[in-house]
């Protein structure tokens, strides 16, 4: 059985997991999913000191107090930046990284820096008390190229209503690396991108696919929209478990 820890996007919480915990629970594996300081129940702790290396440490920390190892570390979208960061801390802990609809963050970079000009220029305008991030509409993200497919109504409302405003300095201070975590082993689910198109921004050499044709990198795809957690969390939980299966190389 695996032990996952699952770290959610911007501006969601551990609930955002629930459909697809419940699965991996009841299969024996052992899952903790995890809100970041100044996020859904831990919004009172926002702060504009709340930045990357605050959520490095949650990670870091969960795994120290819980005495978590040979972890599958899952990384949904914005979550890659705190999850790239803990792999990197904490190596000899992590099983197999795993990002969904996702990808590592290289050092010295800002999630923000990832961003097309005029949608960070948006995100930026949107800033509330000098340091948190609201929830952008749904056409917002529709209009920047983010799918929402397999969202029903139901499952947008809930997303709506439990969504927190994000820390900012998490997106906007950059990532420090050593090093340590590049060779562990990795996985990319790929939702919104056909996993063709994905390999052929590999073999073009895109600064930010290129490393993901290494000999570390398993690739899975699993159509839908960029929240699979919402859109098919079945399905999402049951290549998670697959993908913890796998063996070392």
């Known amino acids: 059985m695996s032990t996952f820890v699952l770290v959610p996007g911007l501006w969601l919480?551990?609930?955002?997991?629930?459909?697809?915990?419940?699965?991996?629970?009841?299969?024996?594996?052992?899952?903790?999913?995890?809100?970041?300081?100044?996020?859904?129940?831990?919004?009172?702790?926002?702060?504009?000191?709340?930045?990357?290396?605050?959520?490095?440490?949650?990670?870091t920390d969960l795994m120290t107090r819980e005495d978590l190892w040979d972890v599958v570390l899952v990384a949904h979208s914005g979550g890659a930046v705190?999850?790239?960061?803990?792999?990197?801390?904490?190596?000899?802990?992590?099983?197999?990284?795993?990002?969904?609809?996702?990808?590592?963050?290289?050092?010295?970079?800002?999630l923000a820096d990832?961003?097309?000009?005029?949608?960070?220029?948006?995100?930026?305008?949107?800033?509330?008390?000098?340091?948190?991030l609201p929830l952008p509409s749904f056409e917002d993200f529709v209009a920047a190229g983010t799918s929402i497919d397999g969202m029903d109504g139901a499952a947008r409302a809930r997303f709506r209503e439990r969504a927190t405003a994000h820390p900012l300095a998490a997106v906007t201070e950059p990532l420090r690396l050593t090093g340590a975590g590049q060779t562990l082993p990795k996985a990319l689910v790929s939702c919104s991108f056909p996993l063709e198109q994905v390999r052929a921004m590999i073999a073009a050499g895109h600064p930010y696919f290129a490393?993901?044709?290494?000999?570390?990198?398993?690739?899975?795809?699993?159509?839908?929209?960029?929240?699979?957690m919402f859109s098919r969390p079945g399905d999402t939980a049951a290549v998670l478990a697959e993908i913890g299966e796998l063996p070392q190389r």
């Not at 099983?95 to 969904?100: A, D």
């Not at 490393?211 to 699979?228: N, V």
């Open 114 to 132: 990832l961003w097309e000009p005029g949608y960070r220029a948006q995100m930026e305008a949107s800033v509330v008390d000098g340091h948190r």
């Open 211 to 228: 490393a993901l044709g290494g000999p570390e990198w398993e690739l899975r795809e699993l159509a839908t929209g960029h929240w699979p």
């Open 82 to 110: 705190p999850v790239t960061g803990a792999a990197d801390r904490m190596p000899e802990r992590i099983r197999r990284v795993v990002y969904v609809d996702s990808g590592p963050i290289p050092d010295g970079v800002a």
């Open 13 to 59: 919480g551990a609930w955002a997991w629930d459909e697809v915990a419940e699965p991996l629970r009841a299969a024996g594996h052992t899952v903790h999913a995890v809100s970041l300081t100044g996020v859904a129940e831990r919004s009172g702790e926002a702060g504009p000191e709340v930045g990357v290396e605050r959520h490095i440490t949650d990670l």
